[in-house]
């Protein structure tokens, strides 16, 4: 986001809870590090305000982000979450969502979790990261990913140092920080 962001969202009430305690701190769980990918492939064209909005019923519809449950998914569930009004109801983002899950699972069986291939693949650079989601997952483009892992903090700039957030998130040691004199 920018330095709007951390000017404009404390206060809000759906853009400060998660700029004050989610935007750019590390997370490690399955179900968190899934919800903020679909979360960011939904939010494509789209605001960030119109997701956070629909944040809880996403939930809902991707069994809280159940990766072995959303893999499962087939034909109804597409159906059941096409007529879902309390979504975005876009086909190719719900198709990908569910595609995501399944390769999810290889991603675990190779490395124990998302967050260890994450971990596997870091530090790099935001170019790369953008490669590397192209061949691995559906619908990542480059601000999918890079707001993603800002999001998490495998890449610096979800706040600006001006931001009180902004100290709270280093003493959680982001990757980006705590690799950031590694060459």
Not at 41 to 66: M, P
Not at 70 to 90: E, H, K, P, S, T
Not at 117 to 125: K, M
Request: aromatic share 12%; with cysteine.
């Amino acid at each position: 986001m920018s330095a709007k962001y951390c000017r404009d969202a404390p206060g809000h009430e759906f853009h400060g809870p998660y700029h004050d305690g989610e935007y750019g701190f590390p997370a490690r769980g399955d179900a968190v590090l899934f919800e903020r990918l679909a979360l960011e492939i939904n939010q494509a064209g789209l605001s960030w305000l119109t997701v956070l909005k629909k944040r809880a019923a996403f939930a809902r519809a991707f069994a809280d982000y159940d990766i072995d449950k959303v893999a499962r998914f087939g034909a109804r569930d597409i159906r059941r979450l096409l007529d879902d009004a309390g979504i975005i109801r876009n086909r190719l983002k719900i198709e990908a969502v569910i595609e995501n899950a399944r390769r999810l699972k290889a991603i675990r069986a190779s490395h124990g979790s998302f967050a260890r291939w994450l971990d596997t693949h870091h530090p790099r650079s935001k170019a790369a990261w953008v490669k590397l989601f192209k061949e691995t997952f559906r619908f990542t483009g480059g601000e999918i990913v890079g707001e993603f892992l800002m999001s998490l903090g495998y890449l610096p700039g979800a706040h600006v140092a001006s931001c009180p957030v902004y100290a709270r998130v280093l003493r959680r040691l982001p990757p980006w920080h705590a690799t950031r004199n590694v060459k």
